[in-house]
């Protein structure tokens, strides 16, 4: 990843974080040296971990209620809205229009790429929520403990300043910043997934236009709203990061986030697009009589669309160990810290209804064709 410096020097508090960046020393722990509730605490927090960690559906609700735990770690509020789309886009891929314009061959390889990246962030993040919950309730910085869970050292520092200094934007951002550093050769440019999988990518998120939006859904006035943002050039690490950051600024919007809040609190997660828009999804295959078509724009019709739950179309698998390997080797990495101007208009509803009309064209020219 290419950081361009800046001509300007760094305000405070991003100096502060850049030298203690470049005062690397060792950075690891001697479990042999742990006290007992040292020993009992890690062990819980692998426990709870592994629980979490099981499928989408579960890190999506851990996320969350941790967030209500502990509401100055936005981030996983973050965490869980963007595990919602997860969760969404594995079951496209089992419902009523992908399959039809996929190989299963494919869906199985993009599952298992959309799972690991869930997978290793939850893997790699929930372990520090759970060290910032004992900080808290110990009364003490236990970010000491970080490299028993394999966690970069970028985040040690940025978590002891965060203990230090409470600034909610900053520890979000460097989350987002680890988190897409964590997946990138593991998951982005991992030879297993690289192929099969961009090429998967590339055709649903190009050409049919349906995996390039990371969607808030609330309600206004009974209406369905979508805010979020069209995602483009997954494969760039920096872009990730951006789009991350707008994320985070579009879903804590005080013109969106108290609507987009109620949704999570109200609406389980199931993976099924019927969560959020029930008159145009729905969970079996046959469409009840009582469902109506619902209109896009352009004079376009939607018919309604089956979106099954997730845990009824894709059982748990036993993942591999990560990768023990810190990301971090560059204290530059502190100017991906700065903050980025917000999205003009994160309103998305009218491109989503576009990429549903599209995939359903292109569903109906496959079965002209005969292919």
Not at 104 to 127: C, G
Not at 233 to 262: C, D, M, W
Not at 284 to 295: F, N
Request: glycine share 4%; hydrophobic share 40%; proline share 5%.
């Amino acid at each position: 990843m290419a950081i361009i410096k800046p001509s300007i020097p760094l305000p405070y508090p991003l100096n502060s974080i850049k030298k203690r960046l470049q005062n690397k020393k060792s950075y690891y722990v001697i479990k042999d040296q742990l006290s007992e509730d040292e020993h009992e605490l890690m062990s819980q927090i692998l426990c709870e971990t592994r629980h979490g960690n099981r499928n989408n559906i579960t890190r999506t609700d851990a996320y969350l209620r941790f967030y209500l735990q502990f509401p100055e770690i936005e981030w996983s509020f973050l965490a869980h809205m963007v595990s919602r789309n997860a969760g969404w886009n594995m079951t496209d891929l089992k419902g009523g229009l992908l399959p039809k314009l996929l190989t299963n061959e494919q869906q199985q390889y993009f599952f298992h790429f959309l799972e690991r990246s869930n997978w290793l962030i939850f893997q790699d993040a929930y372990p520090q929520l759970r060290l910032y919950e004992a900080s808290i309730r110990l009364g003490k910085n236990m970010f000491y403990l970080l490299p028993l869970f394999g966690v970069s050292y970028f985040m040690k520092v940025i978590w002891d300043y965060f203990y230090e200094d409470r600034q909610r934007s900053l520890i979000t951002t460097a989350l987002i910043i680890n988190e897409q550093n964590y997946i990138e050769n593991r998951v982005i440019h991992n030879p297993q997934y690289a192929k099969t999988n961009m090429e998967a990518l590339e055709f649903i998120g190009q050409q049919m236009m349906q995996m390039n939006q990371i969607m808030f859904p609330f309600k206004e006035e009974s209406r369905v709203r979508l805010v979020g943002l069209n995602v483009y050039h997954f494969e760039s690490l920096t872009k990730r990061i951006n789009i991350g950051k707008q994320l985070y600024q579009v879903l804590f919007h005080p013109n969106y986030y108290p609507a987009i809040y109620q949704f999570a609190l109200t609406t389980r997660h199931s993976g099924s697009r019927q969560d959020y828009w029930p008159s145009l999804f729905h969970e079996t295959q046959h469409v009840p009589l009582k469902r109506i078509k619902v209109k896009a724009p352009g004079n376009w019709w939607l018919k309604p669309l089956f979106s099954p739950k997730l845990r009824d179309v894709w059982t748990d698998i036993h993942h591999p160990n990560s990768e023990n390997e810190d990301w971090y080797t560059d204290w530059r990495t502190v100017y991906l810290l700065d903050k980025i101007n917000a999205p003009k208009n994160p309103d998305i509803l009218t491109a989503y209804h576009h990429t549903l009309v599209k995939l359903q064209l292109a569903v109906k020219i496959k079965e002209w064709i005969g292919e």
